[in-house]
């Protein structure tokens, strides 16, 4: 009986997982930013609004694709080819002066655009 309950419930936590972690091309991530600010050249931190935004992974770009509001508004970020592993939901990104990093529903991201830096993290889920 103990057998039973420990492969039973090893087959469920493998489905489970496995169920969580596949991403697939075309999927669509809503997010929620948790952390928006900046630094300028002297050292002043700035916060920003939090916003909610929405990318779709592409396979025909290889890239994540982004909505058409609010920060990220209509930007493009290309998947690191070397690094990039959308099947597991882990993948580093490129856009023009910027870069980030998704894993497991989290996204971070950093910018340098004019001396200023931004750091921008965001809980994200796909549906």
């Not at 809503?30 to 931190?45: A, D, L, R, V, W």
């Not at 690094?83 to 939901?89: A, V």
Request: glycine fraction near 8%.
């Amino acid at each position: 009986m103990i057998i039973k309950k420990l492969v039973f419930g090893s087959m469920f936590s493998m489905l489970l997982v496995s169920e969580m972690a596949v991403a697939a091309w075309g999927d669509v991530y809503y997010c929620q930013m948790t952390n928006s600010f900046g630094i300028t050249p002297e050292g002043e931190k700035k916060s920003y609004t939090l916003e909610k935004f929405q990318f779709k992974l592409d396979q025909t770009k290889n890239a994540m694709v982004f909505g058409s509001k609010g920060y990220f508004t209509n930007n493009v970020y290309g998947l690191d080819d070397e690094w990039s592993f959308p099947s597991l939901e882990m993948w580093f990104a490129n856009g023009e002066y910027s870069s980030a990093y998704f894993s497991q529903g989290k996204l971070s991201h950093t910018a340098n655009r004019l001396g200023n830096i931004s750091m921008k993290t965001a809980d994200c889920e796909k549906f």
